[in-house]
């Protein structure tokens, strides 16, 4: 398992990353932690005349957590994220989700802006991203744009993101009410076969407000506005966890793979999605 | 052959310096290069953890770092951790709980596990397998090993009381 040669790169600041990615067009790629893109690189399903490692590069690390919002820096690792008490506090379904997300020596590797970058439906930070209305910030040749995460995935490895531009960090709005993220998977380290990201609020008995994600369960995350809706003013009865399933099951399209038909993840996705609500609103 | 870069770096204290081409993969260079086999390769694709290393102080799969990520690293591998006549204590209790049956994830699971104890020297036998999920054993069925790690915690808390 060698991986094609290539030039490797490690810049210390992003204007370097732009001036080598400007001059090696497509044949260039950054790298974060690269568990993502090495396996690719050592099946020969990527290949990167040039490569541009991150490591060094200032000003991407950084977990902030502010009055109103969250910014992580790229290059936060999944480990960090897990270690780190404020964001816990402020944002605790970060924590739990970053603890599903493959072993932990992976963990020390992987890390926020790959894992959105990266477009693999089976990465489990996009639908999350989505949930908690994450916005994604990218600095090009021309400068800084934001882009909201449920606008970024177009289909599998498609991103809003042009190959030129470098993701710098994540600012999440400081989540409010019950958290849950929820993932079925075959054993420790796998990817998804469902997983659901639930961020919801309560009034008295009420919901008032919900909001609900699906990863691995088409080319792109799917965020589910429909489900959301289907709980906001009810007391999430078993009627609305009804509704609110149904709704998730008619935005997602998963396809047959080695973890299961298409029917077997309907069936999952729907036993995810409950218990993540279930879970979200108990801590509302 | 692509071209080669000047590579430094520390593995279990000593300098090492050589070119390589960036492509090589870190497990590659300890084996084949600098001649350190006790990390192993048992999948070659992520999975098993045979392969673990602490690289700057973080457990990694060594498998899926290219040199040139590790280009200036501190490195070491289970052969920096104890010597035949002065065991660490996580060799010691492997050996006395029977932790390992072939012995190959063994370096991995060792030194993975030093990095579990020092940033938990005292963890339950949950902890125990949550943070050893990146290993992978084909012969024990993992028991002996989670003894073997509790084993290890209790003696080490136990010589640091004393040196106290
Ligand atoms: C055994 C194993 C199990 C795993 N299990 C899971 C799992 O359960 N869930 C999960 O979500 N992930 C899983 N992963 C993936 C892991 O979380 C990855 O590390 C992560 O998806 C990518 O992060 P990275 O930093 O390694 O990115 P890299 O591999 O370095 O990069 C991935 C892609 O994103 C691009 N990229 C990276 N950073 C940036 C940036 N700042 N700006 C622009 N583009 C960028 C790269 O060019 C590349 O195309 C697993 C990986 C392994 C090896
Ligand atoms: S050889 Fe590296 S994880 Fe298996
Ligand atoms: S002792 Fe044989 S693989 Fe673990």
């Excluded at chain 1, 396996?39 to 020969?44: F, G, I, V």
């Excluded at chain 2, 001649?35 to 999975?47: A, F, K, Y």
């Excluded at chain 2, 029977?98 to 938990?120: D, F, S, V, W």
């Amino acid at each position: 398992m060698i991986p094609a040669s290539f030039e490797y790169y490690r810049p210390k600041d992003i204007a370097g990353v732009l001036a080598l990615l400007r001059d090696h067009g497509d044949d260039a790629r950054v790298m974060a932690g690269g568990h993502s893109l090495i396996p690719m690189m050592k099946l020969r399903m990527a290949e990167v005349p040039h490569l541009i490692d991150l490591q060094d590069v200032a000003g991407l690390g950084g977990i902030e957590v502010g009055e109103s919002s969250i910014r992580l820096g790229a290059m936060v690792t999944q480990t960090e994220i897990i270690g780190h008490d404020g964001l816990a506090q402020a944002a605790p379904i970060l924590r739990e989700a970053a603890l599903q997300i493959a072993d932990p020596q992976v963990r020390n590797m992987g890390t926020v802006g790959g894992n959105v970058a990266n477009g693999d439906p089976g990465n489990d930070m996009p639908g999350l991203m989505q949930c908690l209305d994450a916005v994604f910030t990218l600095v090009g040749q021309d400068g800084e744009r934001q882009v909201a995460a449920r606008e970024f995935y177009d289909a599998a490895y498609m991103t809003a993101r042009e190959d030129d531009e470098v993701l710098t960090a994540v600012t999440i709005p400081l989540p409010k009410g019950g958290h849950a993220y929820e993932k079925q998977k075959r054993k420790i380290g796998d990817y998804a076969t469902a997983a659901a990201a639930v961020q919801i609020t309560r009034e008295g008995g009420s919901c008032t407000a919900a909001s609900i994600a699906m990863t691995n369960l088409s080319d792109t995350p799917v965020f589910c506005e429909e489900a959301g809706a289907a709980l906001v003013g009810t007391s999430v009865d078993t009627a609305a966890l009804d509704a609110a399933v149904a709704a998730m099951q008619a935005a997602i399209d998963p396809s047959e793979d080695n973890r299961g038909p298409v029917e077997f993840k309907r069936h999952v996705a729907g036993v995810i999605l409950r218990r993540a609500i279930e879970r979200a609103w108990s801590r509302a | 052959m692509g071209k080669k870069m000047h590579i430094q770096m520390q593995v279990n204290g000593k300098a090492e310096e050589f070119l390589a081409e960036p492509r090589e993969l870190l497990i590659y260079t300890l084996r084949e290069r600098l001649n350190i086999t006790g990390p192993h390769i048992g999948c070659e694709t992520s999975h098993c953890g045979a392969c673990t290393v602490t690289l700057n102080g973080k457990s990694v799969k060594a498998c899926t770092v290219f040199v040139a990520q590790a280009d200036g690293a501190e490195i070491t591998t289970i052969e920096g951790l104890g010597t035949p006549d002065a065991l660490h204590p996580l060799q010691t209790a492997f050996k006395e709980h029977h932790g390992l049956q072939c012995g190959y994830c063994t370096p991995g699971m060792i030194t993975r596990a030093t990095k579990l104890l020092e940033e938990n020297p005292n963890p339950t036998e949950e902890e125990i397998r949550f943070g050893m999920a990146g290993n992978i054993c084909r012969c024990t069925g993992y028991q002996n090993i989670v003894k073997s790690i509790k084993a290890a915690a209790a003696e080490m808390n136990a010589a640091k009381e004393a040196a106290e």
